[in-house]
């Protein structure tokens, strides 16, 4: 089995300034190709602690990623450092050279000197492209061994490791890897998802291995094994199981859900929130070409707004406050009329950090107008204030969803 090392640099991980997620993406992608990870080190931006744990991961390793230290500040010392310690000749790339111009161009802005660094490549390395940012990922080889050089950045880390890395590994490398699937549940807790499967599956599927990734939003379930035909039955067994709380497979988001079954109906959308502030509207519109069937909605943040918008009674609000089930109901009702649409949802909500003893922190409705249907759903959520903000939205899609799967 091919080994792997992973060096995270960065003394701002070690500080706690930011969350490091590259290790994760890195040795979630390369165990699914059949590689065994045999340690991730996070170090500070330190030439000779560099040297060091790359001198430990070639002597056991076949291929080391080191993520971070690409860029062209002083505490960025990666490259230099790799350089130097394999001696290797050096060149300026003019396609990231003039890639640098240019942006400095476009924004009217002189370029600084030190952001040529960036451009100051190795000879002989394969350049992978940055399609994001400046700094372009190296592939070095020194006889038998790998040095993979990526970005520290995560959203420019992720597409060269995705697009490039991998399948450079996979004609690399003779891998076995293992099959994985993913199924995505929302509305559910892990235990109450281990209660329906883990006996089923430990019976039936012995040679298959079950992880649970749970987080706020729900659980996704990942399985995997060498029999792609048990892989499938297992599936199959756990989707019986868990029924109506499976959304989806893989890396399909409850918004892509949502949005092919509204185009393949050929229905509209309209939203109306209070305590998600717009979050509701900003998922649905993550999902491309979601103009065919969301016509808009509105933040009615104010009463003021979800008289004047939602039409939401006077007498609704004085009764019953602007969280309540009626509220979320007339809100849902109105955006609807407002709009014009097939479709209207409403989330009004305690998000905090204040709340009533009558109307606690985490308190949410969710309401939905369809055709003849207002349905209204009441929780209770726990986390932070933007937790139960992505919670609620969460759950309006999930609501969504279950209505228009139902039919």
Not at 17 to 39: A, C, M, P, V
Request: with cysteine; net charge positive.
């Amino acid at each position: 089995m091919a080994i792997a090392q992973i060096i995270i640099t960065g003394s701002e991980i070690l500080s706690g300034k930011i969350i490091e997620k590259n290790s994760y993406q890195i040795l979630k992608s390369l165990t699914k190709i059949g590689f065994q990870i045999e340690k991730i080190s996070i170090i500070n931006d330190d030439c000779q602690r560099l040297k060091k744990e790359l001198e430990d991961a070639l002597s056991t390793a076949d291929v080391i990623i080191i993520s971070g230290g690409l860029g062209p500040t002083k505490d960025d010392i990666t490259k230099e450092t790799i350089i130097k310690y394999f001696s290797l000749r050096t060149y300026i790339d003019e396609t990231v050279l003039n890639k640098i111009e240019n942006y400095y161009k476009t924004q009217k802005r002189p370029l600084p000197e030190f952001a040529i660094r960036q451009a100051l490549l190795p000879k002989k390395a394969i350049i992978l492209e940055n399609p994001i940012g400046f700094a372009p990922g190296l592939i070095i080889k020194r006889g038998k061994k790998i040095i993979i050089l990526l970005p520290g950045v995560f959203e420019e880390l992720k597409p060269i490791l995705e697009n490039n890395v991998i399948p450079f590994l996979e004609d690399s490398f003779d891998l076995k890897p293992l099959i994985y699937k993913t199924i995505r549940t929302v509305g559910i807790s892990e235990s109450e998802i281990m209660a329906r499967i883990e006996e089923i599956c430990r019976k039936r599927f012995k040679n298959i291995q079950i992880s649970y990734l749970p987080s706020h939003l729900g659980v996704d379930i990942e399985i995997s094994g060498k029999d792609k035909k048990e892989l499938n039955l297992c599936e199959k067994e756990i989707c019986a199981s868990l029924k109506e709380y499976v959304y989806g497979y893989e890396n399909i988001s409850l918004e892509e859900k949502v949005g092919e079954i509204l185009r393949k109906r050929n229905l509209t959308l309209a939203t109306a929130e209070s305590c998600s502030g717009g979050l509701l509207g900003s998922r649905i519109t993550d999902v491309a070409g979601s103009s065919d069937y969301y016509i808009g909605g509105v933040v009615a943040y104010s009463n003021e707004i979800k008289k004047l918008i939602c039409k939401v009674k006077e007498e609704t609000l004085k009764e019953y406050g602007a969280v309540s089930k009626e509220t979320a109901m007339e809100m849902a009702k109105g955006i609807k009329s407002y709009y014009q649409t097939d479709i209207g949802v409403s989330i009004t909500g305690v998000a905090g950090p204040t709340s009533s003893e009558k109307k606690p922190v985490g308190l949410v409705y969710i309401g939905l107008a369809y055709s003849k249907k207002i349905i209204v759903e009441e929780h209770h959520f726990l986390g932070t204030r933007k937790m139960i903000k992505e919670q609620a939205v969460q759950m309006a899609l999930n609501l969504l969803r279950k209505v228009l799967e139902s039919e």
